[in-house]
């Protein structure tokens, strides 16, 4: 078999668009209603969950210049703790993905609605869109990862327009009587803030994104950590005034039900044109997002498949070297999720599944920020000897941070998450039992900018 060619790599902007992009997806566009039951004290858990996010992403940035390796979580969690942690990290995060990305499929059907309004009642349509959507773009990313970052920046550059226009000229226009009760849930302040923050991080879920893909990243010790830092320092921004817009300009009892939050600010604000605008951005950012999910959800199987701690179909790719098995597996997969669930509401199958999806990713990042904490002690030479102290002093309160945000999800929630992953073990035992009677040689990673080699067949 011939060698394949070598890789297109993304770029800066490219690397950018995939954490913006996957960042700013369904989450901020939806979250208001989901955010609605506890009222303005919300706000409070986006400062907070905004200050984790901008600890993990330093915490994913240090590890990205020390280890540019495709993985992201996984391979940091790996290097540090071995095949086991290495696997329950690859496994979560894999769940994550394509459950969040049935999320971000519902998201999408939901802004769609504002146009379609069939798809708000007719529950079997709605799931056959977003179906449509999900493997429309899996058969992109299966053509190329070039293909799927160039779909990123196009999308990324669109959805911004809609959410600066409710973020900055919607500010203008808000109405104190329609924020409501500070505290609207009936709970206490820091119960409050702690289930409300559970939720908003599932806006900031991506940010690792340019990490998972490192090896198709040009330049990957100074692109990747610029591309998390300055994707995640701005989109932060972006979501606290775009929240307090929102919330000003729709009444509190029609925030909880509307399947279009910004689409209903924007109409509050500036009129129908304006509603129908940021619909339509909304929808197509939505759109955006699950495409650069569906280009991870190959690789994280992948990258753990190389090294033996996936079945090894995960480690084939395409002609263009992409993981065309992860991609497929994982679409299947979303399929039946959003099979299972569709007979529910849209705004109640987003919440539940942003909770489960966030969760199972929630765990990855304290395993990757727990990780530079045993690599700063056991690799110093990785780390360049500087500011090692303070990368510790991130790295402790990126772990504390993580496990606040665990505890937020709730208990039927963490319980669900759990059973998920307890599930591979099985899967683990299964894949050192195969090793023991033969053991399988790794597929070898490539001198940067050599074409990889063809992984083996099963």
Same mark, same amino acid.
């Given at each position: 078999?011939?060698?394949?060619?070598?890789?297109?790599?993304?770029?800066?902007?490219?690397?950018?668009?995939?954490?913006?992009?996957?960042?700013?997806?369904?989450?901020?566009?939806?979250?208001?209603?989901?955010?609605?039951?506890?009222?303005?004290?919300?706000?409070?858990?986006?400062?907070?969950?905004?200050?984790?996010?901008?600890?993990?992403?330093?915490?994913?940035?240090?590890?990205?210049?020390?280890?540019?390796?495709?993985?992201?979580?996984?391979?940091?969690?790996?290097?540090?703790?071995?095949?086991?942690?290495?696997?329950?990290?690859?496994?979560?995060?894999?769940?994550?993905?394509?459950?969040?990305?049935?999320?971000?499929?519902?998201?999408?059907?939901?802004?769609?609605?504002?146009?379609?309004?069939?798809?708000?009642?007719?529950?079997?349509?709605?799931?056959?869109?977003?179906?449509?959507?999900?493997?429309?773009?899996?058969?992109?990313?299966?053509?190329?990862?070039?293909?799927?970052?160039?779909?990123?920046?196009?999308?990324?550059?669109?959805?911004?327009?809609?959410?600066?226009?409710?973020?900055?000229?919607?500010?203008?226009?808000?109405?104190?009587?329609?924020?409501?009760?500070?505290?609207?849930?009936?709970?206490?302040?820091?119960?409050?803030?702690?289930?409300?923050?559970?939720?908003?991080?599932?806006?900031?879920?991506?940010?690792?994104?340019?990490?998972?893909?490192?090896?198709?990243?040009?330049?990957?010790?100074?692109?990747?950590?610029?591309?998390?830092?300055?994707?995640?320092?701005?989109?932060?921004?972006?979501?606290?005034?775009?929240?307090?817009?929102? $919330?000003?300009?729709?009444? *509190? @009892?029609?925030?909880?039900?509307?399947? &279009?939050?910004? %689409?209903?600010? =924007?109409?509050? !604000? +500036?009129?129908?044109?304006?509603?129908?605008?940021?619909?339509?951005?909304?929808?197509?950012?939505?759109?955006?997002?699950?495409?650069?999910?569906?280009?991870?959800?190959?690789?994280?199987?992948?990258?753990?498949?190389?090294?033996?701690?996936?079945?090894?179909?995960?480690?084939?790719?395409?002609?263009?070297?992409?993981?065309?098995?992860?991609?497929?597996?994982?679409?299947?997969?979303?399929?039946?999720?959003?099979?299972?669930?569709?007979?529910?509401?849209?705004?109640?199958?987003?919440?539940?599944?942003?909770?489960?999806?966030?969760?199972?990713?929630?765990?990855?990042?304290?395993?990757?920020?727990?990780?530079?904490?045993?690599? $700063?002690?056991?690799?110093? *030479? @990785?780390?360049?000897?500087?500011?090692? &102290?303070?990368? %510790?002093?991130? =790295?402790?309160? !990126? +772990?504390?941070?993580?496990?606040?945000?665990?505890?937020?999800?709730?208990?039927?929630?963490?319980?669900?998450?759990?059973?998920?992953?307890?599930?591979?073990?099985?899967?683990?035992?299964?894949?050192?039992?195969?090793?023991?009677?033969?053991?399988?040689?790794?597929?070898?990673?490539?001198?940067?900018?050599?074409?990889?080699?063809?992984?083996?067949?099963?």
């Amino acid at each position: 078999m011939s060698a394949q060619p070598a890789r297109r790599r993304l770029g800066l902007w490219m690397a950018t668009a995939l954490v913006v992009g996957n960042m700013i997806g369904s989450g901020v566009f939806l979250l208001p209603s989901s955010l609605a039951a506890y009222g303005p004290i919300s706000l409070v858990a986006w400062g907070f969950t905004a200050a984790g996010a901008i600890l993990l992403a330093l915490v994913f940035a240090r590890l990205a210049r020390a280890y540019p390796r495709t993985g992201g979580p996984y391979a940091y969690a790996r290097k540090a703790f071995g095949d086991f942690v290495g696997f329950q990290t690859a496994w979560g995060y894999w769940i994550a993905v394509w459950a969040g990305n049935a999320a971000i499929a519902v998201a999408f059907v939901g802004y769609l609605a504002h146009f379609w309004p069939e798809l708000a009642d007719n529950k079997a349509l709605a799931a056959g869109v977003g179906l449509a959507a999900i493997w429309l773009l899996t058969a992109v990313n299966s053509y190329g990862i070039r293909q799927g970052g160039a779909v990123q920046v196009a999308t990324t550059i669109i959805k911004l327009v809609p959410l600066l226009l409710i973020a900055v000229g919607g500010l203008f226009f808000i109405e104190s009587g329609n924020f409501g009760e500070f505290n609207a849930s009936g709970e206490g302040a820091f119960g409050a803030v702690t289930g409300a923050a559970a939720l908003t991080l599932w806006a900031f879920i991506g940010l690792e994104s340019a990490t998972v893909p490192a090896e198709d990243v040009q330049n990957p010790e100074k692109t990747i950590p610029r591309a998390t830092v300055a994707g995640t320092a701005v989109t932060a921004l972006i979501y606290i005034l775009g929240t307090v817009a929102v $919330l000003g300009l729709v009444p *509190a @009892a029609a925030l909880a039900t509307s399947t &279009a939050p910004f %689409a209903d600010a =924007a109409d509050a !604000a +500036f009129g129908g044109w304006a509603a129908d605008l940021v619909a339509a951005g909304a929808a197509i950012s939505a759109f955006g997002a699950l495409n650069g999910w569906i280009l991870l959800q190959g690789q994280i199987p992948y990258a753990a498949a190389r090294d033996g701690l996936f079945p090894r179909v995960f480690a084939r790719t395409g002609r263009g070297g992409t993981p065309i098995v992860g991609l497929v597996v994982s679409s299947v997969l979303v399929t039946g999720l959003m099979a299972m669930n569709y007979n529910a509401s849209l705004v109640d199958q987003f919440t539940f599944i942003i909770l489960l999806a966030t969760l199972t990713t929630v765990i990855p990042y304290a395993y990757a920020a727990a990780a530079q904490l045993v690599l $700063l002690a056991t690799d110093r *030479a @990785a780390f360049s000897g500087r500011r090692l &102290a303070g990368s %510790a002093v991130i =790295a402790l309160l !990126a +772990f504390g941070y993580s496990v606040w945000a665990i505890a937020g999800s709730g208990y039927e929630v963490v319980y669900k998450g759990t059973l998920l992953i307890f599930a591979g073990m099985p899967v683990y035992a299964w894949l050192k039992y195969r090793d023991q009677r033969g053991p399988v040689q790794a597929v070898q990673e490539p001198p940067a900018g050599e074409p990889e080699p063809p992984a083996q067949a099963a």
